[in-house]
């Protein structure tokens, strides 16, 4: 017999929205940085740039733990700090307005540059903390032996 299908998961929920409201909180005070009106806005780009290292981070380590030990923390903790977290502090929105600003204000050049910066950073950064993730989990787990 299956169970029956239940409704939302209001825990998972609640820490979804207390991240995003953490992750909103930091994206606006990130955008508060000197410098927003050129062609490259470090608040964004800071704030993206984090976003993707921490999902990174958070995504490798919890996938190198054990999967039987603490599903629901894991499960708690990947949904607060990465979908509300990160992700109320990235914004692509943000971004792509800044582009097409910047593209239609005649900055090609520093635009086309902020998108390879923006793009190339965060492939860069999650890459290299999502090697930190697993070898943090992979210690985590020696330890744990």
Known sequence: MTKPPTGPDMATALVVILGG??????????SLLPGQSGPLHP????????????YALLTAFLAGLPKSTHARRRQLTNKGLGMGLCGGLSTMSTLS?????????????????????SFAGGLSVSWAMAALGARLAARVQAGAR
Do not use: K
Not at 21 to 30: D, E, K, M, Q, V
Not at 99 to 117: C, F, K, M, P
């Open 21 to 30: 409201i953490l992750g909103t909180g930091c994206r606006y005070t990130l």
């Open 43 to 54: 608040g964004t780009l800071l704030a993206n740039l984090i976003a993707c290292a921490g």
């Open 97 to 117: 307005l800044e582009l097409v600003q910047g593209l239609s204000g005649g900055q090609i050049q520093a635009t086309l540059a902020y998108l390879l910066i």
